[in-house]
C-alpha cells in the first residue's frame, strides 16, 4: 500500500496545505476485467483537496471516497467530486462509492443546497458506515471503528499488499477525528503505520473532541504500532510543539504530515 497526505491542515485549509484528504493506493486484480491495476481509496475531502488530489491520481480513477466523520473540513468538497462526476466534458462517468456516517446524503444535500428530491444516483453510490462491517475495495480490506468526537465518526483499519511484496499484507490506521478511546486502540493494534489527528496541545483541557500530540503518542505506544504520522494539526499551531509533546511519551519513529509526503508500507 501507500499513503499520500494531499491535505492535512486542522479545521480548515491553511497557507501551505488543503483541510483533510489522504489517498490509500494499493494494486490488485479487477473483477471487471480481471487485469492488476492499482485502486485508489481517498479517505475525506475537506476544503481544497479535490484540486490537489489531481496532482496524484487521475479523479476518474478514484474507486471510492470514504469520510470518517460529516464535518465541513472533512467533506465540504464532495460538492466539487459532484460536479466533476456529473458534468465532465467526456459525459457522466457513474457513480462512485461514498462512505459515511448515517446522515451522509443529507449532508451532501445541505452543502450543495439541494432539497430532498436529489439523490446524486448517477455520481454516488452511498455506503452507511457501521463499526465493524469490513467492506474491500479491490484488495483493501477497510474497517470502521467508532471515534469519540462531538458527531459520530470513525477512524479505519486498512489492509493491503506490501508494496515490497504483494503477497505480504500489511496494515495502516487513520483515526480521522476522535479522542483517546478504547476502539481506536483496537484499530491501531500492531498497525505498520498510524496516521493519528493531533487538533489539540496540552494546553487544551476540553475531552471528546481531539487527540494531543502525547494522547496520540499513547496510542501508537499501548497499541504497538510500528510508526506513527501526526496530522489534522491547526494552521496556527507549531508542529514542533506537538511532536515534542509526542515524543515526550513515545519513543518510536514520529513525524508530522505535509501535503505530498507519501508512505509506502
Not at 518510536?252 to 508512505?263: C, D, E, F
Amino acid at each position: 500500500m501507500k499513503l499520500t497526505v494531499v491535505g492535512c491542515t486542522g479545521s480548515m485549509s491553511g497557507p501551505y496545505s488543503a483541510a483533510s484528504c489522504y489517498l490509500v493506493q494499493g494494486r490488485g486484480i479487477c473483477p471487471e476485467t480481471g487485469e492488476d491495476r492499482e485502486f485508489n481509496v481517498v479517505f475525506d475531502l475537506g476544503p481544497g483537496s479535490f484540486g490537489q488530489l489531481w496532482r496524484y491520481v487521475d479523479p476518474r480513477k478514484i474507486d471510492a471516497v470514504v469520510f470518517s466523520h460529516l464535518h465541513a473540513d472533512h467533506m465540504a468538497d464532495v460538492i466539487s467530486l459532484h460536479v466533476y462526476r456529473r458534468w465532465h466534458p467526456e459525459g457522466g462517468l457513474g457513480p462512485v462509492l461514498l462512505g459515511g456516517p448515517s446522515n451522509l446524503m443529507e449532508r451532501v444535500r445541505g452543502i450543495d443546497g439541494a432539497d430532498e428530491t436529489e439523490n446524486y444516483e448517477t455520481e454516488f453510490k452511498p455506503l452507511i458506515l457501521q463499526a465493524g462491517e469490513t467492506f474491500e475495495i479491490g484488495p483493501l480490506r477497510i474497517t470502521p471503528y467508532e471515534g469519540w468526537h462531538t458527531v459520530e465518526s470513525f477512524g479505519f483499519r486498512v489492509e493491503g499488499p506490501s508494496e515490497g511484496d504483494a503477497s505480504h499484507r500489511v496494515t495502516l490506521a487513520y483515526t480521522g477525528d476522535t479522542d483517546y478511546c478504547e476502539s481506536m486502540e483496537q484499530m491501531a493494534t500492531g498497525v505498520e503505520l498510524l496516521l493519528s489527528e493531533a487538533g489539540f496541545t496540552k494546553t487544551d483541557k476540553v475531552r471528546g473532541v481531539h487527540l494531543t500530540g502525547a494522547r496520540a503518542a499513547e496510542l501508537a505506544k499501548n497499541a504497538g504500532a510500528q510508526a506513527m504520522v501526526l496530522t489534522h494539526i491547526q494552521p496556527w499551531t507549531d508542529t514542533e510543539v506537538v511532536l515534542r509533546e509526542a515524543r515526550q511519551v513515545w519513543a518510536g519513529a514520529i513525524s508530522v504530515a505535509y501535503a505530498g509526503a507519501t508512505y509506502t508500507i
